[in-house]
């Protein structure tokens, strides 16, 4: 994700009533009446209340909650299609309820496009021209939006695809249909409403998988809305869980997950496997030694005699990881006459990064059991992770 610095859409104070009397049904909840009971008193519904946070550019946001919390009418809110009631959001500079019809419509072309769970497409239409639909409306010229769309349909693995129909289309390749047309329009944020909802859950997980390696590739700000944990799980940068209309928590997924703001949110994430929510950096030791790639097998025997260890790392000056040596191999080395290690090392290891989820772990700890090396993106060397590190965290989070 980009610069969480960066902010691209700010929401304050945000509330929707659905009624004819909004602001005594506003009265009522500044004097501190829940939605249950604005409801009874006025035939008010309150269905966001006080919504406040921000969106980062770059990031992919979760809204999540369950039925009747507000998570479509939040969404809904941000481009407008349902008006606010009150407070504010701004998109670069740009206060959107106070913006007038015109201005509105340029808003919504220049920074929003919306995915929703019904595909929408257009049965007539080929995939192409469903593809080029936004562009058309917008009176694109014919040839510039041909070409976008076909290269909005090949980043969503659609190519070769064009003339086909939307009925002889899967469900997933229909969705990719919908995200390709969003996709072309080129808005700076992209609004998908429980866009995988339809979809049977083993095409769900890749369409899951594509849209964060699409994200990752375009860095489009996304905000998404499901009701569905796992999938937020799987998706999100960041979490906002809704219950009522207002917000309970706003999080990453390991804060909300290790760190519940309340009971409600303590319920919502039980029965959740936690080993594939912590993560190597969890289960990760400092290093008790390495060997720099310069050094000598008998170094190298040295350092693992006064660390208690049968193999260690080797790095260059700069951390690097280089490879793994083996007391046997090093002793072979000396026998042999040899100065250097290079030729002693071996790649046989596995290394992770350190948001590697621990339940990957567990197949890679060889017969040997070498410690499993943690490297950031410069494959400099953070930790290890051993077996006996990952069973305890699980435990430790089990007993939570």
Same mark, same amino acid.
């Given at each position: 994700?980009?610069?969480?610095?960066?902010?691209?859409?700010?929401?304050?104070?945000?509330?929707?009533?659905?009624?004819?009397?909004?602001?005594?049904?506003?009265?009522? @909840?500044?004097?501190?009446?829940?939605?249950?009971?604005?409801?009874?008193?006025?035939?008010?519904?309150?269905?966001?209340?006080?919504?406040?946070?921000?969106? #980062?550019?770059?990031?992919?946001?979760?809204?999540?909650?369950?039925?009747?919390?507000?998570?479509?009418?939040?969404?809904?809110?941000?481009?407008?299609?349902?008006?606010?009631?009150?407070?504010?959001?701004?998109?670069?500079?740009?206060?959107?309820?106070?913006?007038?019809?015109?201005?509105?419509?340029?808003?919504? @072309?220049?920074?929003?496009?919306?995915?929703?769970?019904?595909? +929408?497409?257009?049965?007539?239409?080929? &995939?192409?021209?469903?593809?080029?639909?936004?562009?058309?409306?917008?009176?694109?010229?014919?040839?510039?939006?041909?070409?976008?769309?076909?290269?909005?349909?090949?980043?969503?693995?659609?190519?070769?695809?064009?003339?086909? #129909?939307?009925?002889?289309?899967?469900?997933?390749?229909?969705?990719?249909?919908?995200?390709?047309?969003?996709? +072309?329009?080129?808005?700076? &944020?992209?609004?998908?409403?429980?866009?995988?909802?339809?979809?049977?859950?083993?095409? @769900?997980?890749?369409?899951?998988?594509?849209?964060?390696?699409?994200?990752?590739?375009?860095?489009?700000?996304?905000?998404?809305?499901?009701?569905?944990?796992?999938?937020?799980?799987?998706?999100?940068? %960041?979490?906002?869980?809704?219950?009522?209309?207002?917000?309970?928590?706003?999080?990453?997924?390991?804060?909300?997950?290790?760190?519940?703001?309340?009971? #409600?949110?303590?319920?919502?994430?039980?029965?959740?496997?936690?080993?594939?929510?912590?993560?190597?950096?969890?289960?990760? @030791?400092?290093?008790? +030694?390495?060997?720099?790639?310069?050094?000598?097998?008998?170094?190298?025997?040295?350092?693992?005699?006064?660390?208690?260890?049968?193999?260690? #790392?080797?790095?260059?000056?700069?951390?690097?990881?280089?490879?793994?040596?083996?007391?046997?191999?090093?002793?072979?080395?000396?026998?042999?006459?040899?100065?250097?290690?290079?030729?002693?090392?071996?790649?046989?290891?596995? %290394?992770?990064?350190?948001?590697?989820?621990?339940?990957?772990?567990?197949?890679?700890?060889?017969?040997?059991?070498?410690?499993?090396?943690?490297?950031?993106?410069?494959?400099?060397?953070?930790?290890? &992770?051993?077996?006996?590190? &990952?069973?305890?965290?699980?435990?430790?989070?089990?007993?939570?």
């Amino acid at each position: 994700m980009s610069d969480r610095k960066s902010v691209k859409i700010e929401v304050r104070d945000l509330s929707k009533v659905f009624g004819q009397h909004p602001k005594r049904a506003l009265e009522l @909840r500044d004097q501190g009446l829940n939605r249950a009971e604005i409801l009874e008193k006025t035939g008010q519904t309150l269905a966001l209340s006080n919504i406040s946070f921000d969106v #980062y550019e770059g990031e992919l946001l979760v809204i999540m909650g369950l039925s009747g919390s507000g998570k479509s009418t939040l969404i809904r809110c941000l481009n407008r299609l349902i008006e606010p009631t009150e407070g504010s959001i701004v998109i670069d500079g740009e206060n959107i309820p106070e913006l007038n019809a015109k201005q509105l419509l340029e808003c919504r @072309r220049r920074h929003f496009s919306m995915v929703f769970q019904n595909f +929408a497409l257009f049965p007539h239409r080929t &995939v192409q021209k469903n593809a080029e639909y936004g562009l058309e409306i917008r009176g694109i010229d014919k040839a510039t939006r041909r070409e976008t769309a076909r290269k909005s349909l090949e980043q969503v693995g659609l190519n070769g695809w064009e003339d086909a #129909y939307p009925n002889q289309l899967s469900g997933g390749m229909q969705q990719r249909v919908g995200l390709a047309r969003a996709l +072309a329009n080129d808005s700076s &944020v992209l609004l998908m409403d429980e866009a995988f909802s339809a979809l049977d859950p083993l095409i @769900r997980k890749d369409m899951q998988q594509e849209l964060t390696e699409l994200q990752s590739r375009t860095q489009k700000t996304t905000v998404f809305i499901t009701h569905d944990l796992d999938e937020a799980l799987n998706i999100a940068d %960041r979490i906002i869980l809704l219950k009522d209309g207002a917000i309970v928590q706003i999080g990453t997924p390991e804060e909300i997950l290790t760190s519940p703001a309340d009971d #409600y949110v303590e319920r919502f994430i039980e029965g959740v496997d936690m080993s594939r929510v912590l993560t190597a950096s969890h289960a990760m @030791r400092k290093v008790r +030694a390495t060997v720099w790639q310069g050094d000598g097998p008998r170094t190298a025997l040295h350092k693992m005699r006064d660390n208690g260890l049968d193999s260690i #790392y080797v790095t260059d000056r700069q951390r690097k990881l280089i490879g793994l040596l083996e007391a046997e191999a090093a002793d072979q080395a000396v026998k042999a006459g040899h100065d250097s290690i290079e030729n002693a090392m071996t790649q046989d290891f596995r %290394r992770v990064g350190p948001d590697e989820p621990l339940h990957n772990l567990f197949a890679m700890f060889s017969d040997k059991s070498f410690p499993i090396a943690v490297v950031n993106d410069d494959q400099r060397l953070l930790g290890v &992770v051993v077996k006996g590190a &990952v069973l305890a965290q699980l435990a430790e989070a089990g007993e939570d």
